[in-house]
């Protein structure tokens, strides 16, 4: 199964709906303020939703920045809270990360939690304060305290990464838990990778499924790849390739780079479509184009093979190369191959032992194997059948099927 990059949170979305009564509960009530001035107040705050949000109204972002900026005036903390938020994204008025702060900081010392997130970020980012990681996480921890959900899901991933405090998987998942039961769906993918690996909490693979299942059905492109993997493999819910292409290709439709190569995968092997390999290099290539290492070595196989494209050694060769690069150990070892064989570069078995060299450090099975050919063959390093042995006896043991019979071989019965 894949891992993948989870991106922190701007800063709390304003998709709630608020009406009159719920805005009046967020009036400070630590002041000497009357009654009407509380009517007042809410009514700046009803105004500037309304505003916002185009309720009965045209949208307009700089009018309700105005009513901000009124509720804001008479010390109340939504008000206060709007107009950082709208300075810290250029929301109807243009960026500033000096007023932004001021304005998040007021409202933060008046215990919203929402402000509170948004100051962890400004430390998070370095906006307008010195980068700060550790107070960015003291500020998401408290907003988390007082159940702002984004916050909630930034506090479990300093805690996931020890980003700001110590590493600590169970009070990820704790976190993450809160989060998604708030219905935040990179919290939920999050929450899903933690069981599927036993981080901070026992392996389990149906509770696994069961919050991919949640963050896939809100949209999040991670978890809908993440769920079309436990279809394909049969981990936590039956096993259903036509269900793994359906979310595969949900991903895949947004733009995710694993999406897109998972389903090409599918389609180069015919599980849950027919095989297609015009359409799985499509897929790799556009998953190649976005960085991804594992489609970028894919795509290089085809052209090695002329599968859905036209044979160029040269272009496998490029691209096992680029994925190598950029770590792929797998392709480490076919750009070996590509060297032994001289195949897209110049045939040189010096270069052909780097690469399969490089490829067994890290513990792929292809190197170790092919490290162990050119050992017993003597090609590109002194013959040795030990170390021949060794590196194939280590293949061997991770199931590699011609490394068993290679060590079988040189071992005799």
Do not use: C
């Amino acid at each position: 199964m894949k891992k993948y990059i989870i991106t922190l949170a701007l800063t709390t979305l304003l998709s709630q709906s608020i009406n009159g009564d719920e805005i009046k509960k967020t009036i400070s009530r630590f002041n000497d303020d009357t009654i009407v001035q509380e009517d007042q107040s809410a009514d700046y705050l009803k105004k500037g939703h309304d505003l916002y949000y185009g309720r009965n109204v045209d949208t307009d972002r700089e009018e309700a920045f105005k009513w901000y900026q009124k509720a804001a005036a008479d010390g109340i903390a939504e008000g206060h809270y709007r107009v950082g938020m709208m300075y810290l994204n250029g929301i109807g008025v243009n960026v500033d990360y000096p007023k932004a702060f001021e304005h998040l900081s007021k409202a933060s010392d008046d215990g919203h939690g929402g402000a509170t997130n948004d100051l962890g970020y400004m430390y998070d980012s370095g906006l307008h304060v010195e980068q700060d990681k550790a107070k960015a996480f003291k500020y998401y921890k408290k907003a988390a305290e007082k159940g702002e959900k984004t916050a909630q899901r930034n506090t479990a991933l300093f805690y996931e990464r020890g980003i700001g405090v110590e590493k600590n998987y169970g009070e990820a998942v704790k976190w993450y838990q809160k989060a998604s039961e708030q219905g935040v769906t990179k919290a939920q993918n999050s929450l899903g990778i933690l069981y599927q690996y036993g981080r901070g909490i026992p392996q389990n693979y149906e509770l696994a499924a069961k919050w991919y299942l949640e963050g896939a059905k809100n949209g999040d492109a991670n978890a809908q790849n993440n769920i079309g993997n436990l279809h394909s493999n049969g981990l936590g819910v039956e096993q259903d390739n036509t269900k793994a292409v359906e979310w595969f290709q949900k991903s895949a439709n947004q733009g995710n780079a694993y999406g897109r190569y998972n389903l090409g995968l599918m389609y180069e092997l015919g599980k849950g479509v027919p095989q297609n390999h015009e359409k799985a290099a499509e897929l790799y290539q556009l998953a190649t184009d976005q960085g991804l290492n594992l489609a970028s070595n894919n795509l290089a196989r085809f052209y090695q093979n002329g599968w859905g494209v036209m044979q160029d050694d040269n272009k496998a060769a490029a691209l096992f190369r680029e994925s190598a690069d950029a770590g792929n150990m797998t392709a480490a070892s076919n750009m070996g191959w590509m060297y032994e064989n001289g195949k897209g570069v110049p045939q040189s078995y010096t270069e052909a032992v780097f690469w399969f060299k490089k490829s067994a450090d890290a513990n792929s099975k292809f190197g170790q194997y092919n490290l162990g050919r050119m050992y017993e063959n003597g090609l590109g390093v002194p013959k040795d059948e030990n170390t021949a042995i060794d590196h194939y006896r280590r293949a061997a043991n991770q199931g590699h099927a011609s490394a068993q019979i290679a060590l079988d071989k040189l071992q005799g019965p």
